[in-house]
């Protein structure tokens, strides 16, 4: 009598651990199933498609508070410009008519530049765009994982164990669980948050194109347009991750061990989110901004 009672006690432990291990498993990764996926949809939208709404209010500030304080700069840098020139050539008395011309070519080039600023940055963003949109078809991002070919390998397993291993697998597949949900979050928030670093630094565009009219004064436009282009490309190199991440992923096997393909599969998303992170540094440094 006790033993059958023992027995479906025991049968009923099997199958409520069982069901959560499933269930675990069945939610797992359905987040970073999804935010990996959207990785490059994300990444690859210019700033006024991302957010039409947020890029209309920020070309708005851009042009009637930002604006005004760089046609304060660019003619301070532009007079600044001629008498620079004119002293370097012997107090005045070394004049020449083409350095004139020089000046009036460079004036025409710097009032154009501040004029079109945002033309200028969303021009660098859709060569951005493009790049990535060439690099979608050449990356494998397919970072899907089969949760229907884990969960049946499982369960030929789970069959095996002892309610001790049983009790143990459950425990590790809510603590994976959990961190699969934090780590889906950290992709949004890497996401979202380059894109508002975007619309931040174009913001102020106006600012460091007006400088480009003096040698001395245009370092600091120039490398704000290195920065353009390091956050342009921050995106390629976030598809590359990607890429990466989806070789890595296709590569476990489930079948051999279900500790070792469980804790993989949550490295390598760590390993996705901690790279994702790096991006933008390594991108400054290859293009050199500050």
């Known amino acids: 009598m006790f033993d059958s009672l023992f027995d479906a006690i025991e049968e009923w432990m099997r199958t409520l651990l069982k069901d959560m291990i499933d269930s675990n498993l069945s939610t797992m990764f359905t987040d970073v199933n999804e935010k990996t996926g959207e990785i490059a949809t994300q990444i690859g939208q210019t700033p006024q498609g991302w957010n039409s709404s947020v890029f209309s209010m920020i070309q708005n500030l851009s ?40 000046y009036f070519f460079k004036m025409m080039i710097a ?96 600012i460091p194109f007006a400088t480009f ?8 436009g120039n490398n704000y347009f290195r920065g353009l282009f390091a956050l342009a490309f921050q995106a390629f190199l976030m598809m590359v991750c990607v890429g990466i991440y989806s070789v890595l992923i296709s590569t476990i096997h489930l079948s051999d061990n279900m500790h070792i393909a469980l804790f993989s599969v949550s490295a390598y998303t760590v390993l996705l989110c901690y790279t994702l992170l790096k991006t933008f540094s390594l991108s400054k440094q290859i293009f050199n901004a500050h």
């Open 213 to 220: 009219g003096n040698r001395e004064w245009g370092q600091i």
């Open 63 to 102: 042009n009637t508070v930002i604006l005004p304080i760089a046609g304060m700069i660019i003619t301070f840098v532009l007079c600044y410009e001629l008498i620079s020139m004119l002293t370097e050539k012997n107090n005045m008395h070394d004049i020449d008519t083409w350095m004139f011309f020089k």
């Open 111 to 206: 009032v154009y530049l501040v004029s079109h600023t945002f033309q200028i940055t969303m021009a660098v963003f859709d060569v951005g765009q493009h790049v990535v949109n060439a690099a979608s078809g050449v990356i494998g991002h397919d970072t899907s994982i089969d949760i229907t070919s884990m969960i049946s390998v499982m369960d030929s397993q789970i069959e095996d164990m002892e309610i001790g291993e049983l009790v143990a697998l459950a425990l590790e597949t809510l603590l994976v669980s959990f961190g699969m949900k934090i780590m889906s979050i950290v992709i949004t928030i890497i996401c979202y948050g380059r894109m508002i670093e975007i619309y931040l630094y174009t913001s102020v565009a106006p």
